[in-house]
């Protein structure tokens, strides 16, 4: 099982004026996997208290996953890649990377997320875009590679090279 915590940044949905959609999306997703959300938040688009819940996910909750939803933009309230930034030890740009490069086959306007990916001790930290559509397309792009980032975080991994499909 994929221990996992999901973090919705929303100033709207952190005042209850906007129903979160794409929480209820990921905890959907990550049961493909056997992931389980063990913790979820809604908090504002406020960079110090993303930053601190992703600490708590990681060195208190000391959850495999954190994947966060919204504030990924361009809007002077999207704080996330930089909390993010300011927690993660290791990045991990290919996540991202990919996930902008699939966007781009959707829509132009992929290529403007910021999001980021990283390690913060043996969690795994993503940054996912605000809407369940964008959430949806994105996390599936990259799910595949979750189950095996989780075993080698925990060191559970033996030999990396058997799961290639050439």
Request: aromatic share 2%; hydrophobic share 40%.
């Amino acid at each position: 099982m994929i221990r996992v915590g999901v973090l919705t940044a929303s100033d709207k949905g952190s005042r209850g004026e906007r129903a979160d959609t794409s929480g209820p999306a990921i905890r959907e997703l990550m049961a493909g996997i056997q992931g389980e959300v063990q913790y979820y938040v809604v908090v504002p688009d406020d960079r110090e208290t993303i930053a601190d819940e992703l600490r708590k996910m990681a060195d208190e909750l000391q959850l495999d996953l954190a994947l966060t939803t919204g504030g990924t933009g361009l809007s002077p309230r999207d704080n996330t890649p930089e909390a993010t930034l300011a927690v993660v030890e290791k990045l991990v740009p290919g996540l991202a990377e990919v996930m902008r490069s699939e966007g781009l086959k959707k829509t132009p306007h992929a290529m403007l997320s910021r999001a980021m990916a990283g390690v913060r001790g043996k969690t795994l930290i993503v940054n996912l875009p605000g809407s369940e559509r964008a959430v949806r397309e994105n996390l599936s792009v990259i799910l595949p590679a979750l189950p095996h980032a989780v075993e080698v975080l925990r060191g559970e991994a033996h030999d990396c090279a058997e799961l290639r499909k050439d």
